[in-house]
């Protein structure tokens, strides 16, 4: 095998190899118009895609507002026509149950509903948690919206009809999905870094919605126990509604300092004060102290305690 001299192997490592500059030519060989007809193709695809997400939300919006509308109307048809004959607090108020809001605290559902259609607006226009879930047209935060209509219904059939069992159940499944809701649009609002106006309505018609169902399902299960067992005797009832009272004040608490969710709270107010003012025909004792523990329980988590730190000295 022969050697190459210091000029022939300056002239072989100067000279370029067979395939090195295939690349090169074959870009520089691209015309003008063939860079512009790739762009276009790569904008056709951009607006088909955009087009084919546009149409995956518009069908997602009128799922949507088919299942509140439906929800809101058969909860009407059910409160205005008496469903079996009753509404919702005839039915609550039959049993003797302690944990048991005054009739007026019902009407909480018709702004529950207001605020849902305005979550609604929000969500199908600019809201958070749009992602498309696989091959579907509906994204996870569309589907457990429809599947706590359809639950929603389901509830009241079950409890107009006195199924108390299967009620319970529903409302259980449907609490938990609400939340489960409520906790992905939230994460969501932080990862989209959501402005704080419309942040507030992503999460507060969320919120009330599901602290009145927590309510709802505390009650369901005290008067499904009540009818299950025969009667419960007055002064479990009395322990149960201090020991229900301050677990829910507790958690009232906690949202409000570490989540910053200042809804749960007057729901709670709400139904404190409800419950308190309905016990009073039973027990005036025990009916202020549970008006009083709501007080002293919504103040405490109220309190700007962020603002009071103790100091060293």
């Known amino acids: ?24 030519r074959a870009q520089e060989s691209r015309t003008p118009s063939a860079l512009e007809s790739e762009r276009q193709a790569e904008g056709s695809v951009a607006r088909a895609d955009d087009a084919h997400a546009k149409h995956r939300r518009l069908i997602e919006s009128i799922v949507l507002w088919a299942a509140w509308l439906i929800m809101v109307a058969f909860n009407g048809y059910a409160e205005i026509f008496h469903l079996n004959g009753v509404n ?18 019902f009407a909480i559902w018709g702004l529950i509903y207001i605020v849902l259609a305005l979550w609604l607006i929000r969500f199908c226009l600019a809201g958070p948690s749009r992602k498309a879930l696989g091959p579907l047209p509906f994204s996870l935060s569309g589907l457990l919206f ?45 990862e989209e870094d959501t402005a704080k106006a419309a942040r507030i309505l992503d999460w507060t018609p969320l919120s009330l919605y599901a602290s009145w169902l927590t ?30 009272l301050v677990l829910l004040l507790i958690a009232v608490f906690l949202m409000q300092q570490k989540a910053g969710d200042w809804v749960c709270g007057l729901v709670l107010l709400w139904s404190g004060l409800a419950i308190g003012i ?16 709501t ?12 603002t009071f730190k103790l100091v060293r000295r």
């Open 295 to 306: 007080a002293l329980g919504e103040a405490l988590a109220y309190f700007p305690w962020s």
């Open 146 to 190: 429809v599947a706590t209509c359809a639950l929603n219904i389901a509830w009241l059939a079950c409890w107009h009809f006195r199924a108390f069992t299967a009620s319970l159940l529903i409302i259980v499944v449907l609490t938990a999905l609400t939340w489960v809701l409520y906790g992905i649009v939230r994460r969501d609002q932080h």
């Open 88 to 105: 919702v607090g005839q039915v609550a108020h039959e049993g003797n149950v302690w944990f048991m809001p005054a009739g007026w605290a």
């Open 278 to 293: 309905n016990i009073l025909s039973r027990s005036v004792a025990v009916g202020v102290l549970v008006i009083a523990l």
């Open 215 to 244: 309510i709802a399902t505390l009650l369901n299960a005290c008067y499904t126990v009540q009818v299950l067992s025969g009667g419960v005797s007055d002064i479990i009832q009395i322990f149960t509604v201090v020991i229900l």
């Open 1 to 24: 095998m022969g050697t190459y001299g210091p000029s022939e192997q300056k002239e072989a490592s100067t000279t370029p190899k067979a395939g090195s500059g295939q690349g090169v």
